[in-house]
């Protein structure tokens, strides 16, 4: 089945600077790559996707790449603001399937 | 955006009683349903699809006499933690597609003493 490794397990910045979350998938068959943002104790909310007939899609701050040979996606935060701080987790799954794979999440924390 | 709603959100039981767990989706009909657990500072991991009117597709190494799921309409899907113990205590998030997006539940958070 379906693994999605993410790293880094946390990730502290300034206030402006740029965050980057890196995840890398293991069936080449994924084809849907949504992240997630949550907040303690909420539901994760999407944040922005991408799917693999696309290398990569921004809305406004937020820019996903991907990279089909080498299985990886990234998540691109720039600009960062303190109300970023939260756990995001990137994930993978078969459009047609609609059950998400999980990476292990990435703890970000932006300090003013 | 689609609406899905998860009744209750914290649910506290002794150890060995059952708690059952429902995910409604409010505004759309879902015939298919995911439910997830998520350990305190862990990640979602998939339990098991949920499929309106046919038997639900469990993970690997997921009990399925322990966590029953059953999706009788097309808007409702119920987790039953049968015999709880205190390592069942998790938030358990189920979530629903809608126009291609997945859409999650507010969480329940179960905790068995």
């Known amino acids: 089945g379906e693994n999605v490794e993410q790293h880094p397990s946390t990730l502290s910045v300034q206030e402006g600077d740029s965050a980057v979350i890196k995840c890398t998938y293991s069936d080449s068959a994924s084809n849907y790559f949504p992240w997630y943002k949550q907040e303690l104790g909420k539901r994760p909310q999407l944040i922005i996707d991408?799917?693999?007939?696309?290398g990569e899609k921004k809305d406004q701050r937020i820019a996903v790449t991907l990279n089909k040979t080498a299985k990886h996606f990234s998540l691109h935060i720039t600009e960062t603001q303190p109300e970023d701080s939260a756990v995001y987790f990137c994930?993978?799954?078969?459009?047609?399937?609609?059950?998400?794979?999980f990476g292990q999440g990435t703890e970000l924390s932006v300090k003013p | 955006g689609a609406v899905v709603s998860q009744h209750p959100s914290w649910v506290i039981c002794k150890s060995g009683t059952s708690v059952k767990i429902e995910c409604r989706s409010l505004d759309f009909q879902a015939t298919t349903m995911f439910w997830y657990r998520q350990f305190p500072k862990q990640s979602l991991m998939l339990m098991a699809t949920?499929?309106?009117?046919?038997?639900?597709?469990?993970e690997q190494g997921v009990e399925k006499d322990k966590f029953l799921i059953n999706h009788a309409s097309l808007t409702l899907s119920t987790l039953t933690v049968t015999s709880a113990h205190p390592e069942d205590s998790s938030f358990y998030i189920c979530?629903?597609?809608?126009?291609?997006?997945?859409?999650f539940g507010e969480g329940s958070r179960l905790t068995v003493l």
């Open positions: 949920s499929n309106e009117g046919s038997k639900a597709t469990y």
């Open positions: 991408i799917r693999s007939n696309v």
């Open positions: 979530s629903a597609r809608f126009t291609g997006e997945l859409f």
């Open positions: 994930a993978a799954s078969k459009w047609w399937e609609g059950k998400l794979i």
